[in-house]
T-cell receptor, first 111, second 115 residues
């Protein structure tokens, strides 16, 4: 998935810790989003942004914050990690409608 | 609100046999439809998409899907599968109207190709 870069790929956190998942794209895409993937539930939208300075909530926003200060970057912040946030996180971006590119994913474990 | 149902969570099939992965959706507005594939520990790769026009859509790796508006379905098919097709497959929809491009995903179908 050239163009959408997520870091870190793997992370273990203790309950209550905070961290930021980074997402960057170099395709000048206006639209970016974060999904989480849990077994048997597919991918669910956490937050999205339609451009720099504009963000909105998706289906499962609780416990997560986002900001979009530049077109390229869309970090996802966990303020106080909980075991329920153990998941695989995917960042995505698009320019034209419905040509959506996904990053490689970030595997997060909260113990 | 839109939703996606993938009726089969697991589909085992022998190599070189045909396969169909089922997807039904519900929405009060017009939608775009997608199939993604996810190999173990990797991200999602777009297999094919239906935006408009011909209801039979051909994608990568020999897959195709047919959009059936009356049955609100978008089933994925391949006439002869290979071991390398073993992966999880996700059906997804997005609304055609509005500026947002959120996808609503189904719960996924694990395709296992047996030798």
């Amino acid at each position: 998935n050239a163009g959408v870069t997520q870091t870190p790929k793997f992370q273990v956190l203790k309950t209550g810790q905070s961290m930021t998942l980074q997402c960057a794209q170099d395709m000048n895409h206006e639209y970016m989003s974060w999904y989480r993937q849990d077994p048997g539930m597919g991918l669910r939208l956490i937050h999205y942004s339609v451009g720099a300075g504009i963000t909105d909530q998706g289906e499962v926003p609780n416990g997560y914050n986002v900001s979009r200060s530049t077109t390229e970057d869309f970090p996802l912040r966990l303020l106080s990690a909980a075991p329920s946030q153990t998941s695989v996180y995917f960042c995505a971006s698009s320019y034209r409608r419905n040509t959506i590119y996904f990053g490689e994913g970030s595997w997060l474990t909260v113990v | 609100a839109q939703s996606v149902t993938q009726l089969d969570s697991q589909v085992p099939v022998f190599e070189e046999a045909p396969v169909e992965l089922r997807c039904n959706y519900s929405s009060s507005v017009s939608v775009y439809l997608f199939w993604y594939v996810q190999y173990p520990n990797q991200g999602l790769q777009l297999l094919l998409k239906y935006l408009s026009g011909s209801t039979l859509v051909k994608g990568i790796n020999g897959f195709e899907a047919e959009f059936n508006k009356s049955q609100t379905s978008f089933h994925l098919r391949k006439p002869s599968v290979h071991i390398s097709d073993t992966a999880e497959y996700f059906c997804a929809v997005s609304e055609t109207a509005g500026s947002a491009r959120q996808l609503t995903f189904g719960s996924g179908t694990q395709l296992t190709v047996l030798p």
